[in-house]
């Protein structure tokens, strides 16, 4: 039972432009939420979190949105580098998942000249 | 420079033999995690442990086995019971508590000759 879930495995996206990766869950007591970037044959590197008490996180580039309601939140990336391109994952933890983090399954990310 | 070492980076086993995974960290760091990574999927939590002498099954321990006899190092083996072990292995750390981002080493790749 996936509880965190990419549905879009890929995303292409002009350099320059903004990326839009989305991630939904289902679990409501998931109150920390993290997005990760992997290169390939590499571990995951920490981007940006945010906790459910917010709806907004910025980070240089990086934004990330909660909306609670729709369980839903996205990692918006402005602009976008040809050094972004890189595996995205969306994590989170709470509940009896505390400390435990649940991963989606990744959305892969090209940047194109 | 703090950081997570796994080791090897690539790693053969022969069918039915155990094998053990390193994973060192120098970041101070209470809690460490092992998740395993498939081709096209998210990571899944295998084993984690909160505090030196004390480790919980994740979602697929199964065929795993782990010890942590020192805060530094939390070494994973992957017995013959393990069924499909080719994989690639992540090892994690965190300051022990809910909202605090994990930090990954570089993984190990393990492939069954």
């Known amino acids: 039972d996936q509880q965190v879930k990419q549905n879009s495995p890929s995303l292409s996206v002009q350099e320059g432009r903004i990326s839009i990766l989305n991630c939904d869950y289902t679990?409501?007591?998931?109150?920390?939420f993290l997005w990760y970037k992997k290169y390939p044959a590499e571990g995951p590197t920490f981007l940006i979190s945010?906790?459910?008490?917010?709806d907004k996180n910025e980070d240089g580039r990086f934004t990330v949105f909660l909306n609670k309601s729709a369980k839903h939140l996205s990692l918006h990336i402005v602009p976008s580098q040809p050094g972004d391109s890189a595996v995205y994952f969306c994590?989170?933890?709470?509940?009896?998942?505390?400390?435990?983090?649940?991963f989606g399954a990744g959305t892969q990310v090209v940047v194109t000249p | 420079d703090g950081g997570i070492t796994q080791s090897p980076k690539y790693l053969f086993r022969k069918e039915g033999q155990n094998v053990t995974l390193s994973c060192e960290q120098n970041l101070n760091h209470d809690a460490m995690y092992w998740y395993r990574q498939d081709p096209g999927q998210g990571l899944r939590l295998i084993y984690y442990s909160q505090i030196v002498n004390d480790f919980q099954k994740g979602d697929i321990a199964e065929g795993y086995s782990v010890s942590r006899e020192k805060k530094e190092s939390f070494p994973l083996t992957v017995t013959s019971a393990q069924k499909n072990p080719t994989a690639f292995y992540l090892c994690a750390s965190s300051i022990a508590g809910g909202m605090e981002p994990q930090h990954f080493g570089d993984g190990t790749r393990l492939s069954i000759l």
């Open positions: 679990n409501s007591m998931f109150d920390y």
């Open positions: 945010i906790s459910s008490i917010k």
């Open positions: 994590a989170a933890s709470g509940g009896v998942s505390w400390g435990k983090l649940q």
